[in-house]
């Protein structure tokens, strides 16, 4: 069968299984990188761990193995439940919630939270932005850390406009395609076609979507963490997740990870 055969436009986020396997094959970086700043950057212990678009909870479940305490939100149920019963499966302790990460509220505090890999960009609009950054100052403790990923608009240098990657689990294949579709920098609305090609021994099929992301400069981010009167960057990386190797943010970087220090 073609891979052109069966196609459907849908979102990714409604397929918790693909997705998670898209994104989620290979974390081992990404946790080793959360313990790392952990250490290196909060003040106090580190037991209570918070995840804001936490998704099918490819990270949290990890780190509940490792005996912290964990929690999260989305805004997708399909994603909720395919984490929290992954979660009672594993058989560890967690619990995640359906919530707009733009405003929310928790029970508790936590040590540390983290969003590695740019769904902060799904926030369209500076009040939202502004507001997920408030709501997760009001989640974390003062000495607490909030780790925020995103691909960052450069100034002096071309963005990249591509990127392709395959990943494996059992006799499940998943291809992923992709590619920028427009940008209106006036607008900070960035359009990029995302496509997932599913292979499974029976089947072969293709889900299309189009993901609407808000775009950041440099200056733009750092006005936006100022503004947020809640956080002081104290250091950053790239998305290698190597936390012995700190980077220095210009008009021509990319991907970031923002270390936040609670005030």
């Not at 580190?46 to 995840?51: A, D, G, R, S, T």
């Not at 099918?56 to 305490?69: C, F, I, S, W």
């Not at 936590?110 to 369209?124: E, G, K, P, Q, V």
């Not at 936006?224 to 290698?240: A, H, K, P, R």
Request: net charge neutral; aromatic share 10%; proline share 3%.
């Amino acid at each position: 069968m073609s891979s052109l055969a069966e196609v459907i436009s849908e979102s990714i986020y409604d397929h918790p299984k693909y997705y998670d396997l898209v994104f989620g094959a290979d974390c081992a970086a990404e946790l080793k990188f959360i313990r790392r700043c952990a250490e290196q950057h909060a003040s106090g212990k580190i037991n209570k761990l918070f995840e804001p678009a936490c998704g099918t909870g490819r990270l949290l479940v990890h780190l509940a193995k490792h005996g912290y305490e964990i929690a999260g939100i989305d805004l997708n149920e399909k994603a909720i439940d395919f984490c929290n019963n992954r979660l009672e499966k594993k058989g560890v302790k967690g619990r995640t919630w359906v919530a707009d990460m733009a405003d929310f509220k928790t029970p508790k505090k936590y040590d540390l939270a983290f969003n590695t890999i740019n769904s902060f960009r799904h926030l369209s609009t500076e009040a939202s932005s502004l507001g997920h950054l408030r709501s997760m100052g009001d989640v974390v403790r003062r000495g607490g850390l909030y780790l925020l990923g995103i691909h960052l608009t450069p100034t002096q240098a071309a963005p990249s406009e591509t990127e392709s990657w395959s990943a494996r689990r059992g006799h499940l294949a998943v291809n992923t395609h992709m590619w920028t579709i427009d940008r209106n920098r006036r607008k900070r609305v960035e359009r990029f076609g995302i496509r997932f090609d599913i292979h499974t021994p029976s089947r072969t099929w293709r889900i299309d979507d189009v993901l609407v992301l808000r775009s950041y400069t440099m200056p733009q981010m750092q006005q936006l963490i100022d503004d947020s009167g809640c956080w002081d960057c104290v250091e950053t990386y790239d998305f290698t997740y190597d936390a012995d190797s700190p980077i220095v943010v210009d008009a021509g970087t990319e991907d970031v990870v923002y270390v936040l220090r609670r005030r």
